[in-house]
């Protein structure tokens, strides 16, 4: 199954332990990266301006920023709990930073005020799913709306140009370091620390617990409702972060940013094996689902497909994705 | 007539994956009888019966139905055919109410599209007047484990059904109810229903049964007639081995301490029990008999604050305790084995390791706070061992395991934490004779290095067998104790039952 590979997929030492490569074929991401490659070999063809340099970094920095919001959702969706404002409060974020900065606060002070009032929404969603005991799909939906009213109240539904913003602000957003953009740094930082997190530490592997049946969680002393309430507030912080690399990205705050944004999210999450159950779920996985659609956005773009066509063709492939996948993995059980 | 045969299995096998659950198995049912089926955890029991019932395809051999082969693909085409089948685990609607549970087997295989639900419910009402007084109407969420149970059987009576198969019926029934049930079973077998009855409880199987199967890791032993044999025999067919003392040895008169482990005084939690005050003696292991819904498993949940909000003392080897909630008590070593182990006990689809390691992480892990995976296979690997765990590789999810396991694994989950004081709410359901006898011992020999033991069972044989003196709780208060001699199942049921208060027998 594949919380077996979350858990013990990694340094598991025990005396029945299958032979490397029988545990590198039951892992579901050897699936989603042959996939992904196959993908990328046939468009190296299909598409001379696919292999440029140009296009990799538009590429990648398209889902670099994604995949920080993915990491949020993933933890979530493990946990049990499913978030429907993310793409709302990354705008919302974007645009309470570009506001504070217009009102003459520094860009680093306002950065952090805004990601503080982003944790304060988790907060606030958290707090009506675990001492309300509200559904967390309904309580986001609430706050999904809310945020976007928020964003259009703030600006007055245009967007904010923040031409004067400070270079070095600009930097995490726009910058490099050689020939790699911060933006993926970041990422690969945040991508490294919480699927290593994820997998080793005992903080994390509660939330598998918890995720996997909350009574029996409680039953072994773990506070499930903490548990929940941290990982639901974890999730809206990280769209505070992501809105202000976005904001730092495009120089501006766009308050109908991100529509739609969550499904992509919550669609990465689950192709690259998190359970809408709870319980299970990677961080790898997780990004590769990412890149996966990002691949086939940017592929589509490429060889001029319709905008219409496009989003028929993701949906399908969303579907088919799942669909093999759980296949394979009953298979394995 | 009794030697028809309706149901006829030959060398069939199942695999999952690298587990072998059948091999070349065979198996005949007769009409009108009584069939028993006996073998270990994990000995495939609950899969040839899944196979029946068309929930598993088996990997070759063959099933013939009134002498004709047959392929039965889902349990939709296994009702038709006529078959009846009451699962190990509880598989119901608990958002429903028990009349609609019951039907809803019912509506499954009508094969007109408009439903007399009118009639169905007065049938199903009908049906379940004859096994329990529950009102029908209540959601199945808000009944006990027991009574859940007796919901699931009473789904299956409903079909008419030529052949029934009850997987572990009596694991969560009282001794009465499970009476109730062995008449109906009788009174189903004279009208010439043929019935499968799995059990670990031998008593069940030669009171009840006509006939008993054995089967060992897959493998179908031996058919005999229930007059021919005794029950030695058929444990000894089913661990191919001798087993001679069921129950260990109890505590030695000399070895008596006057020294309390535990001392609770005038608990109450204002709803469920009041009043109640006992105290735990080094080395002994305390039992908690009662009827269902008596408060049982409420007075242990409440010592460890798993469950509202107590008034009252407790004291931990004799200083008081104010343990705040259940993490409290879990650092303070005493920890609970719930009675309802696929809710509330077990991460069914986290691997084996990470369940036992679940009560105190920080075993398996560094001062970092880093889960060491070698220490958590190590510590999984040496409690599988200690309870004889039957398992292909712990990395597997429990799921994976049979049900007997699957308490094994439970009850692992406690021992990780080297526990001070253990509750154990019907610490061996669905556990096998020779693991029994084992958890047994392993209960005796923790309860002479120190730590104490609290058992509550509805299996008053088990209790009699283990403990070295026994609580009544009779309506949520303590109504009497027995010890010595005087524990015998007629005093444990009188005063369970009866209304006369401090009947205390020494
Ligand atoms: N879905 C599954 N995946 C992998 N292995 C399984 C699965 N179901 C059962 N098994 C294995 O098949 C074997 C037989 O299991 P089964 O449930 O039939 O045992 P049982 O005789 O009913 O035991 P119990 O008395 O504990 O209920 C066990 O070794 C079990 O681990
Ligand atoms: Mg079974």
Redesign the pocket.
């Known amino acids: 199954m594949d919380s077996t590979a979350n858990l013990a997929g990694e340094g598991t030492v025990s005396a029945e332990a299958a032979p490397f490569y029988k545990r590198l074929l039951r892992m579901r991401e050897t699936g989603l990266i042959v996939i992904i490659l196959g993908l990328f070999f046939i468009m190296s063809f299909a598409s001379p301006y696919f292999l440029t340099w140009a296009n990799m970094r538009a590429m990648s920095m398209a889902f670099a920023v994604d995949g920080i919001l993915v990491v949020g959702m993933t933890i979530l969706l493990i946990s049990g709990g499913i978030d429907l404002s993310v793409g709302s409060v990354t705008a919302l974020a974007m645009v309470i930073a570009g506001w504070l900065f217009l009102s003459g606060i520094d860009p680093w002070v306002a950065s952090g005020i805004s990601i503080a009032l982003c944790t304060g929404i988790g907060a606030f969603m958290g707090f009506f799913v675990t001492r309300i005991g509200l559904h967390h799909f309904i309580v986001s939906l609430a706050v999904m709306v809310i945020a976007r009213g928020a964003c259009l109240l703030f600006t007055g539904g245009r967007p904010l140009g923040l031409y004067t913003l400070p270079p070095e602000f600009k930097f995490i957003g726009q910058g490099t370091i050689g020939p790699i953009p911060i933006v993926i740094v970041i990422f690969l930082v945040f991508v490294i620390a919480f699927d290593f997190m994820l997998r080793r530490t005992t903080m994390f592997r509660k939330v598998f617990y918890t995720g996997s049946n909350e009574k029996a969680a409680a039953y072994s002393g773990i506070r499930t409702k903490k548990v929940i309430f941290l990982t639901t507030t974890l999730c809206s912080t990280l769209c505070g972060v992501a809105g202000i690399i976005y904001m730092a990205r495009f120089g501006s705050a766009q308050p109908t940013f991100g529509l739609g944004l969550e499904l992509t999210i919550i669609a990465a999450a689950v192709i690259g094996g998190a359970s809408l159950n709870g319980g299970s779920g990677s961080i790898l996985g997780a990004i590769l689902g990412v890149i996966l659609l990002s691949l086939v956005s940017s592929s589509l773009a490429l060889l001029d497909v319709s905008v219409y066509w496009q989003d028929i063709i993701r949906g399908s492939i969303l579907l088919a994705a799942v669909t093999i996948d759980h296949y394979l993995n009953k298979r394995r ?1 | 007539m009794q030697d028809d045969v309706i149901l006829n299995i030959s060398n069939l096998s199942k695999s ?2 690298p ?1 072998k ?1 059948l091999r070349g198995i065979d198996f005949e049912l007769r009409k009108g009888e009584i069939h028993a089926i006996a ?10 019966m899944n196979v029946i019932d068309g929930i598993l395809q088996p990997d070759s051999g063959q099933i013939i139905l009134d002498g004709a082969s047959v392929k039965i693909t889902s349990p939709t085409k296994a009702q038709r055919l006529g078959i009846g089948f009451v699962h ?1 685990e509880i598989a119901l609607c608990p958002d429903v109410s028990v009349a609609e549970n019951i039907f809803m087997a019912k509506t499954n295989v009508s094969r007109s599209w408009l439903m007399d639900y009118r009639k169905l419910e007065r049938e199903a009402i009908d049906v379940f007047k004859q096994l329990s007084d529950i009102d029908p109407s209540v959601l199945v969420k808000s009944l006990s484990i027991s009574n859940q149970q007796l919901v699931e059987i009473a789904k299956a009576l409903t079909l008419d059904c030529r052949i029934l198969i009850l997987d ?1 019926p009596t694991a969560a029934l009282t001794e009465a109810e499970a009476q109730t049930l062995f008449a109906i079973m009788r009174r189903l077998a004279d009208q010439g229903i043929s019935i499968i009855y799995i059990s ?1 409880r031998m008593v069940e199987i030669f009171d009840n049964c006509d006939r008993v199967s054995v ?1 060992r890791d ?1 493998q179908h032993i031996v058919t005999q007639n229930v007059k021919d044999v005794g029950p030695s025999d058929v444990v000894n067919a089913m661990v191919g081995r001798v087993i001679d003392e069921l129950y260990p040895e109890k505590q030695r008169a000399e070895a008596r301490s006057d020294e309390a482990i535990l001392e609770v005084r005038n608990l109450s939690d204002a709803k469920r029990f009041h009043d109640v005050s006992f105290a735990l003696k080094r080395g002994e292991i305390l039992g908690i008999a009662g009827l269902i819904g008596a408060g049982r498993s409420e007075i242990v949940k409440g010592i460890c604050q798993l469950e509202g909000s107590v008034s009252g003392d407790v004291l931990l080897n004799g200083t008081p305790l104010k343990l705040k909630n259940y993490q409290d008590s879990i650092a303070n070593g005493i920890v609970y084995l719930s009675e309802d182990r696929k809710g509330d006990g077990v991460f069914l689809d986290l691997p084996i390791a990470a369940n036992i390691s679940a009560l105190k992480l920080e075993q398996v892990a560094n001062g970092m706070g880093l889960i060491q995976s070698g220490a958590e296979m190590a510590q999984a690997d040496a409690l599988g061992r200690k309870l004889n765990l ?3 590789s712990l990395s597997d999810p429990v ?7 699957q308490q094994k694994v439970a009850l692992a989950k406690l021992l990780s934490v080297n526990p001070r004081l253990i509750f154990l709410d019907e610490p061996t359901r ?1 556990v ?1 004779v020779g693991a029994k006898s084992e958890i047994h011992r392993i209960l005796r020999d923790l309860a002479h290095d120190g730590v104490g033991i609290v058992v509550i069972s509805s299996e008053l044989p088990e209790l009699i067998g283990v403990c070295d003196r026994v609580l009544v709780v009779r309506e949520g208060r303590i109504s009497g104790q027995v010890a010595g001699d005087a524990m015998t199942e007629e005093n444990i049921m009188h005063l369970a039952s009866v209304m006369d208060a401090d009947a205390a027998v020494a």
Do not use: I, R, W
């Not at chain 2, 799921?399 to 396991?405: K, P």
């Open positions: 059980a | 999952f994956g587990v659950a073998g270990e955890n994990g000995a495939g029991k609950s899969t040839l190990q572990e670990h089967f897959g039957k398992c292909g799921s994976s395991l049979s049900g007997g396991n669905g096998d």
